[in-house]
């Protein structure tokens, strides 16, 4: 089992920036793919970011590349997701995830965990 806590939503202007942190706990947390996903009422929940048990494959979804950078701290099994040039758009909740199988999968939306999830809003 591995339990995921988000923290870090909020309201933020348009074009400002915002720091989720989701906290991965659990014996094998540590060999987990993590990621984000996000959805708004009415819409699919749409893949964010997500990176490997180690860090160093990221994968990315297109409305957030190059605004939006993911990070892991394996030493405390913690995914952070930065997030600059807010728009309007990005306001969704913010989904935690954790999959077995690799970034690569989890970015199919394949997770095996999912966080509480945690509301981030952009006021245009």
């Known amino acids: 089992q591995v339990q995921l806590e988000e923290s870090g939503g909020g309201l933020v202007q348009a074009g400002g920036s915002l720091n989720l942190s989701c906290a991965a706990s659990?014996?094998?947390?540590?060999?987990?793919?993590l990621g984000w996903f996000r959805q708004t009422p009415g819409k699919e929940r749409e893949f964010v970011a997500s990176t490997s048990w180690d860090g160093n494959a990221k994968y990315y979804g297109e409305s957030v590349k190059g605004r939006f950078t993911i990070s892991r701290d394996n030493a405390e099994t913690l995914v952070t997701l930065q997030m600059n040039s807010l728009k309007s758009e990005d306001t969704a909740t913010y989904f935690c995830?954790?999959?077995?199988?690799?970034?690569?999968?989890?970015?199919?939306?394949?997770?095996?965990?999912w966080g509480q999830g945690t509301q981030v809003t952009v006021a245009s």
């Open positions: 995830a954790a999959g077995q199988h690799g970034a690569y999968i989890l970015a199919e939306g394949r997770a095996d965990y």
């Open positions: 659990g014996r094998t947390a540590s060999n987990h793919a």
